[in-house]
Nanobody, 123 residues
Framework: QVQLVESGGGLVQAGGSLSLSCAAS????????MGWFRQAPGKERELVAA???????YYADSMKGRATISRDNAKNMAYLQMTNLKPEDSAVYYC?????????????????WGQGTQVTVSS
């Protein structure tokens, strides 16, 4: 069992920056991939970024150059730093964890989920 708790969401103006944190607890050694998803009203859940181990990284095209995912295994933490935020980035952002070793885009492939944190980017 793994528990994930996100923090760091909030309201930010367009062009601003925001950092999200995900604290993992429980059987954290079973986690190979951690990802950040987002879901806006009326849209499907989308993988924003993922990290395998400490170095294998994926970014959605929309976030390349504007996001940095990182992981501190010693502290059981994952982070998502976002810059130059746009109104279309507004969504609930979820931390997710996957036991298998490959980074995949599908939400159903991730076994553990946080409750989400709201990010709202104003014009």
């Amino acid at each position: 069992q793994v528990q994930l708790v996100e923090s760091g969401g909030g309201l930010v103006q367009a062009g601003g920056s925001l950092s999200l944190s995900c604290a993992a607890s429980g059987r954290t050694r079973s986690i190979n991939v951690m990802g950040w998803f987002r879901q806006a009203p009326g849209k499907e859940r989308e993988l924003v970024a993922a990290i395998r181990g400490s170095s294998g990284i994926y970014y959605a095209d929309s976030m390349k150059g504007r996001a940095t995912i990182s992981r501190d295994n010693a502290k059981n933490m994952a982070y998502l730093q976002m810059t130059n935020l746009k109104p279309e980035d507004s969504a609930v952002y979820y931390c997710a964890a996957r036991q298998l070793v490959s980074i995949v885009l599908a939400a159903h492939a991730y076994e553990y989920w946080g409750q989400g944190t709201q990010v709202t980017v104003s014009s």
